[in-house]
């Protein structure tokens, strides 16, 4: 037998042991998180737009150090309607009734956020802080995965149509 058609029939014999592992429908990894969009808010803070499936609530909202991955802030029990729809604004604690992390400033370059969502696969994503034009400020525009610029209903509508 020939070293062509011996690495054909290894080809074959692998083929047909993962065929029924594909069908079977096992995920090869997990699914891309569901994603939260960045903008400023009229003062230039940030302000993080977690889009929402109906019927959902944010419960908690968390801020890391992506490189360390040390906690810079975190609230939860929302009480304010835009905190519950998934506005949140990075340091405004007062839409929560819990602050279990106050923030921690300076801000590193590169941080993590996420939304607890009861019953949600996961809502977060990674941003680079200075990729975060300040020409957003008082705009209700948002940053979404592929850097374009949206309004925040366009970004609601784009995530909830893959996602919900």
Known sequence: MNDSVR???QFLI????LLPI????VPLGDPQPRPVGIGRTADGRFRFVVPLCEGETVSAFEVKDR???A????VSQPTQPDERRGI???GRAQGFAEEEVRLTLPLPRNISVSA???D???????????EVPEELAGTDQVIDLDGRRLSEEEFRQQVTGEYC
């Open 7 to 9: 690495c054909r029939r």
């Open 14 to 17: 692998v083929l047909s042991a």
């Open 22 to 25: 594909a069908a079977c429908g």
């Open 67 to 69: 490189e360390t991955w």
């Open 71 to 74: 906690p810079l802030w975190r």
């Open 88 to 90: 949140v604004v990075l």
């Open 116 to 118: 607890a969502v009861p």
């Open 120 to 130: 949600a696969p996961t809502i977060g994503r990674a941003f680079l802080l200075d």
